[in-house]
């Protein structure tokens, strides 16, 4: 039976914009749970929405419509940024859901009738945007300590939870789990701030209308961390019978900022309740940008989406995972990015691959040796260490991930990446310094094989390990290594073992794995804009030929480097094609662009038949919004030139990967 292994990232709340700190925490999770899965374990990864509070209701009220209708509109944003950056989330909560008002009114009735509930009155200092009361000590030049914005005194009648109650047994909770919470310096960090005595807690508000209303006194609406907090237990099932096969949950990852609610009151919850603990809550730290802290009115705000789209979404997933120890803050610097992205994808990674297929086509017809000891070769000291670093990578990414030992040192995906890439790194080295160039000069066939044979491999072992943080890329290296690899159903043991390339195989010709990025054609700016613009209005005329414009306005047709940049080129492989039904040219295309198959919908069919595309190399528009055709839906654009009846279809003149970049 395969072990449930259930993770989470917060929900976030949903009138925020998608930033680099959603993107970071979200990338985190996929990357664990697909580890997890290659693991062999039944994982349940879960992410969504908070769509409760005050400021929902404002913002509503502000604009004119019910604040059902504008979650409603405003979920989808954080569901399509993650589809973009590979996420592969099992579910997806919203807390306006219906299962989720009955989870959080089961909960409530637990701890009342634990007798944690009680009436009275509360008067502290409220934040409206964190969403926080604050005490006069707390406050912090008479503003909220964790945004710096003014805070309002508030009064009212409120429920309150015996978090009092508690701290004994979080203290005792935590001296018997060191790694309930993680990093160390967090760990702490809650240590202290329990040991320093717990107020009771206010869980209602009567001045909000938005939330889920207490089951015994309507007039009370649930405060934000009884009902955000709940979505954990609601995924599950919860109170229906059997949601016990998925909580509790394995890990919580979570920013540092959201630590105290994740680390306090939720395991108190669940202590009245009688609940289990979860079992880990890894707290990560912030982002800056080049150095400054990441605000709105700053216009700072980087949109993981541009980024994605600009440098590819493994780029990005690695650059975030590899560049600072999760836990610590980092600073986001799109130079760094693109330093990254050119020495250790480009120059090691991507040349490694390339260097080792078109010197295996070039020498060897493209077919893969069979393994053998060659003296003067594969005892030279680089392939041995070749061999050694991949016999270790299963033990180091298993202590940096998953060992419940080392759990209290947090997620160490930068050390695990950094294994991975010394394989990559001593590969080169090996190449270079066995020169097979020179062997297959001297006409040492078996020599030349031995070389390439080890590279190949190297290769194949670090992609299986690669793959939870760079999922595209790594499917890409499989491909060119002629494998087919099915990460959720793969014993990772046994993959991982020296010797698995299979030998005879023809590997497809070379191809560009990870295109160098040139910084003279970066955008300027990577900032979600402060207010978005209102979209224009274009009115439908008559196509009436209009006068020649002045000379002056000529400028108008060239567009900017950055008006470019925003549009995806990828070279794409038709996998499946069909006529789409009732009409005469349009073809329903399914086109594998590396990290995914979209659906496509062609204007070619004049052109050519559906049996013609399978297995062709096109070039396809990939950020466009989805459209529909004929009543289906097209996730794409393909390119063409012509007629309506002689249309040619754009083309890669090199067999190159799904997925690569035109540019």
């Not at 009771?200 to 006194?217: A, F, H, N, Q």
Request: hydrophobic share 40%.
């Amino acid at each position: 039976m395969r072990r449930p292994f259930y993770i989470t990232t917060p929900i976030y709340y949903v009138n925020d914009v998608p930033h680099i700190g959603h993107a970071y925490t979200t990338i985190a999770a996929d990357a664990l749970a697909r580890y997890r899965r290659m693991l062999g374990d039944d994982v349940f990864f879960l992410t969504g929405t908070d769509e409760h509070g005050q400021k929902i209701e404002k913002a509503a009220e502000a604009k004119g419509e019910s604040p059902q209708a504008m979650t409603d509109r405003l979920a989808g944003r954080f569901q399509a940024v993650w589809q973009r950056l590979g996420i592969s989330n099992d579910g997806f909560i919203r807390t306006t859901e219906a299962r989720h008002k009955q989870a959080v009114a089961d909960l409530y009735a637990r701890l009342k009738a634990n007798g944690d509930i009680y009436a009275g009155a509360y008067e502290d200092w409220y934040c409206v945007p964190c969403e926080s009361f604050w005490t006069e000590l707390q406050l912090k030049g008479g503003a909220c300590p964790d945004c710096g914005r003014a805070v309002d005194k508030v009064r009212e009648q409120s429920y309150f939870f015996r978090l009092s109650a508690y701290g004994d047994r979080l203290l005792a909770h935590m001296d018997a789990h060191p790694e309930f919470v993680s990093p160390k310096s967090r760990y702490n960090e809650v240590y202290q701030f329990v040991k320093g005595g717990l107020r009771d807690l206010s869980i209602s508000r009567t001045g909000v209308r938005w939330g889920i209303p207490l089951p015994d006194d309507p007039a009370h609406t649930v405060y934000v961390w009884l009902d955000a907090l709940t979505n954990y237990l609601t995924a599950t099932g919860y109170p229906a019978p059997g949601f016990e096969r998925r909580w509790p949950a394995q890990v919580h990852i979570i920013g540092k900022d959201i630590l105290r609610f994740h680390a306090v009151y939720w395991p108190a919850f669940l202590l009245s309740a009688g609940l289990p603990l979860p079992e880990r809550i890894v707290s990560h730290g912030w982002w800056t940008i080049d150095g400054e802290k990441m605000s709105k009115s700053k216009g700072n705000v980087v949109d993981p989406g541009l980024v994605a789209d600009f440098f590819g979404v493994d780029p990005l997933r690695y650059f975030l995972l590899r560049e600072i120890p999760f836990g610590k803050d980092g600073d986001f610097s799109i130079d760094r990015l693109v330093q990254r992205a050119n020495t250790d994808l480009a120059n090691d990674l991507g040349n490694l691959l390339n260097r080792a297929v078109s010197m295996l086509h070039r020498y060897l017809g493209g077919v893969v040796p069979a393994p053998e000891e060659v003296p003067g070769v594969t005892d030279r000291p680089e392939a041995v260490r070749i061999r050694e670093l991949c016999a270790a990578l299963p033990g180091v990414f298993h202590k940096a991930l998953a060992d419940p030992a080392h759990a209290a040192d947090g997620l160490r995906f930068d050390e695990a990446l950094e294994a991975a890439f010394q394989v990559i790194g001593t590969g080169n080295a090996f190449v270079h310094e066995a020169a097979p160039w020179n062997l297959a000069k001297a006409g040492d066939t078996r020599a030349v094989g031995a070389v390439l044979y080890t590279a190949l491999e190297a290769l194949r072992v670090a992609s299986l390990f690669l793959y939870p943080v760079m999922p595209g890329t790594a499917r890409r290296i499989w491909e060119q290594l002629g494998l087919t690899v099915d990460p959720d159903t793969i014993d990772l043991a046994a993959a991982a073992r020296w010797g698995g390339l299979p030998a005879g195989a023809v590997l497809p010709a070379a191809t560009p794995l990870c295109p160098r990025i040139d910084p003279d054609t970066i955008p300027a700016t990577w900032s979600i804009p402060h207010e978005p613009a209102p979209a224009k209005e274009t009115p439908v005329t008559d196509a009436v030929p209009q006068p020649a414009a002045e000379a002056h306005q000529a400028d108008d047709d060239f567009i900017s480097i950055h008006d470019f940049a925003k549009v995806k080129l990828q070279v794409g492989v038709v996998r499946e094609a069909e006529p789409v039904k009732k009409s005469n040219k349009l073809l329903r295309l399914q086109v594998d662009i590396g990290t995914e198959v979209r659906q496509i919908v062609a204007g070619i069919g004049r052109s050519y038949t559906a049996e013609e595309m399978v297995g062709r190399r096109i070039v396809v528009v990939t950020n466009l919004r989805p459209a529909m055709l004929m009543g289906v839906e097209s996730n794409g654009m393909v390119l063409a030139a012509g007629d309506a009846e002689a249309l040619g279809l754009l083309t890669p003149s090199a067999d190159v990967a799904p997925g690569t970049r035109v540019k």
